[in-house]
């Protein structure tokens, strides 16, 4: 009798901690499904896409559902229709001086080639100085610090770095107009057309995180936003 | 002077007017973050559907980790110019390459054809794995140098440019060794992947035919 007591005394309590999180427990079943559902209908291809996990606060390029780069994001801003979440294709990347190829004529890299080292290096290091040769290439440091991204959904992303700051008091003054009157007039207006405007502000903490995604960010990649 | 008076009185009805409008579009933007994020608001699942979706979950799990690359497989980062030899989510190890410039070769007689030196990107696979391979230089290494290119197969083998070994991954592409060792890590190759002695040779020594390159 006591041990039946005790065995309905553990099911109560168990009955009870389980009630409040089921509901808790059904919209995050609800949400993971959507989103497994739209990764896999992605992961199945073998082409590269990228997940903007906006309140996981994180950019991730992925393949086959493994994650190939994360870029956290330092902070977030936002104007216009919030539904612009799901699967989504970047249809035009933007910058104001797009990095430009190298055009070389023949004959032109006999001259410039430098020398081969005289030693092989340890495993997994950098050569001494690498950047301290001037090449003819295209390199992640020649990628811009800000620009955009459009979307077929109607989605606008603008990327910076932290430290991509506008270019002098103007500079700061046009973008501060823009973000801040411009955009919510825009917005105010675009609703009654029924278009809907959505823009989205992502601040990286490093350059490089904002050079990296310029890089990795072609027109036609198809990514998921949480 | 009243029409001065006028005037000024337009001209701060204008403004706040303006400052009116703006404030409703910020009232109007409240209340758009206020609905977001617009998938928590979205259907739940109904109790007799909690089952169903929880085994559907678990198959979506089961199917994406059946996607992931089995065995050794080789990740390559170009803007990073850094290979990875990975087992599943292990990084067994890395090394740092070079990777295409990014540069683009005109040929201004001739055929006018034009070649750019980027490094493949997508899912690959490892095709090939030579060792002391030598190099067949195909019509761009000689427009390049600004020399004629030969008629005879034999006047483009070149060997020992390519290092100890090198691992095909399709059309013309390799990871392969190099002379140009201080250059590791930056982006100076015609599109093959140039990695250092050592850790080609550990490379090339793991990875089976077949297994999974990915380039990004």
């Known amino acids: 009798m006591k041990k039946a007591a005790t065995i309905a005394a553990f099911i109560a309590i168990g009955f009870v901690c389980a009630v409040p999180g089921t509901s808790q427990d059904k919209a995050g079943l609800a949400k993971k499904q959507n989103s497994m559902n739209s990764e896999y209908s992605l992961a199945k291809e073998s082409n590269f896409y990228f997940v903007l996990d906006v309140l996981g606060r994180k950019l991730e390029l992925r393949v086959r559902g493994m994650v190939l780069r994360s870029w956290p994001l330092k902070s977030m801003k936002f104007w216009g229709r919030p539904g612009f979440s799901g699967n989504v294709e970047l249809v035009h990347k933007s910058t104001l001086n797009a990095p430009e190829r190298i055009i070389i004529k023949p004959g032109d890299a006999a001259k410039t080639e430098p020398a081969p080292a005289a030693k092989p290096l340890p495993s997994g290091t950098t050569p001494a100085n690498p950047a301290e040769f001037e090449l003819e290439a295209l390199e992640l440091k020649d990628m811009p610090k800000r620009f955009r991204l459009d979307f077929d959904n109607g989605l606008h992303v603008a990327i910076k770095s932290n430290n991509a700051g506008p270019a002098g008091f103007l500079g700061a003054l046009g973008e501060a107009w823009r973000w801040y009157v411009d955009l919510p007039l825009r917005n105010l207006f675009s609703r009654k057309d029924g278009k809907g405007l959505a823009e989205l502000q992502l601040t990286f903490e490093s350059d490089k995180d904002a050079q990296a995604i310029y890089w990795h960010f072609f027109e036609g990649i198809k990514g998921i936003i949480l | ?216």
């Not at chain 2, 599109?191 to 250092?196: A, E, I, M, P, T």
């Open chain 2, 1 to 216: 002077m009243p029409a001065k008076r006028i005037l000024i009185a337009v001209a701060a009805l204008l403004y706040l007017g303006f400052l009116a409008v703006l404030g409703g579009a910020y009232l109007v933007g409240l209340k758009q973050v206020s609905a977001w994020p617009p998938g928590e608001t979205g259907p739940g699942i109904a109790d007799k559907d909690l089952s169903r979706v929880q085994r559907n979950v678990l198959q979506l799990e089961r199917k994406m980790s059946g996607l992931l690359p089995k065995g050794l497989y080789i990740v390559i980062d170009t803007a990073e110019n850094r290979l990875y030899l990975k087992n599943g989510a292990d990084v067994v190890r890395t090394a740092v390459v070079s990777c295409g410039s990014g540069v683009v070769l005109e040929e201004s007689s001739g055929k006018q054809r034009k070649w750019v030196f980027d490094t493949p990107r997508g899912e690959f696979n490892v095709k090939s794995k030579i060792a002391n391979p030598y190099w067949v230089k195909p019509d761009w290494a000689f427009i390049e140098e600004g020399e004629a290119v030969p008629r005879d197969l034999e006047d483009r083998i070149e060997s020992g440019t390519l290092g100890d070994y090198a691992l095909g991954f399709g059309e013309g592409y390799f990871i392969h060794g190099t002379l140009y060792t201080r250059l590791l890590g930056r982006n100076v190759t015609h599109g093959c992947v140039r990695v250092g002695d050592e850790d080609l040779k550990a490379i090339f020594k793991a990875v089976p035919l077949g297994a999974k390159i990915y380039i990004y």
